[in-house]
């Protein structure tokens, strides 16, 4: 199945030539307010992007440095899912991610599990209430073992989303926990709604 990069798409990509580097290029990608899914042909296109789409461009970057195309799925309570692309460095796990709140994005590879890495997200995830909302996660999704032409063609995307959804997730939080869960408090809302785009966000 055809699903190969133009030369000037393929440039675009090269330059995303380190982690570091695919994280600013998302870093500095108008988030997505529409309600559409973006193939990385897209996002290259358009400069949009929000976390899913975000996630699968990084994953294809990833991809060309030889590493795995993984995206893992946050599943959260009154509140946005969040997509993160999540690879290894000598055994400890890092995530390139789009968001449009400051602390969502992405992770230097510096945790044990992916348990680890997805609990560094705890405190920063929660919803226009103040409410913290992640509640579980997936393991990763291979996409190079996806048999669909997601790099460069919209029409996978909503199909491979939907798989992403339907894989067990794991809960972080024991039921104690969460009914012990307090408010965020209004300094820490308020900084990290830095650059958030209201039009893109969740309202309970």
């Known amino acids: 199945m055809e699903d190969a990069f133009t030369r000037a798409e393929s440039r675009a990509l090269d330059r995303l030539s380190t982690v570091h580097a695919i994280q600013a290029f998302l870093d500095r990608t108008p988030y997505s307010v529409e309600k559409v899914y973006r193939c990385p042909r897209s996002v290259l296109r358009d400069r949009r992007a929000h976390c899913f789409d975000g996630a699968v461009l990084a994953a294809a970057a990833l991809e060309r440095l030889g590493l795995p195309p993984l995206i893992l799925d946050m599943r959260s309570a009154r509140d946005d899912d969040h997509v993160l692309c999540v690879y290894r460095v000598r055994g400890a796990w890092g995530a390139v991610a789009k968001s449009n709140f400051v602390g969502l994005r992405g992770r230097e590879p510096v945790y044990r599990s992916l348990r ?28 190079a073992r996806v048999r669909l032409p997601w790099r460069t063609t919209d029409r996978p995307m909503a199909r491979i989303a939907a798989r992403l959804d ?18 965020v408090d209004r300094r820490t809302f308020r900084a990290h709604q830095l650059g958030t785009d209201l039009r893109g966000v969740y309202w309970p």
């Open 116 to 143: 680890e890495l997805v609990m560094s997200y705890f405190d920063h995830y929660f919803n226009m209430e103040r409410q913290r909302s992640l509640r579980s996660f997936s393991r990763p999704l291979d996409l």
């Open 166 to 183: 339907r894989m067990p997730h794991t809960p972080v939080l024991t039921p104690a926990q969460l009914r012990a869960l307090r408010p």
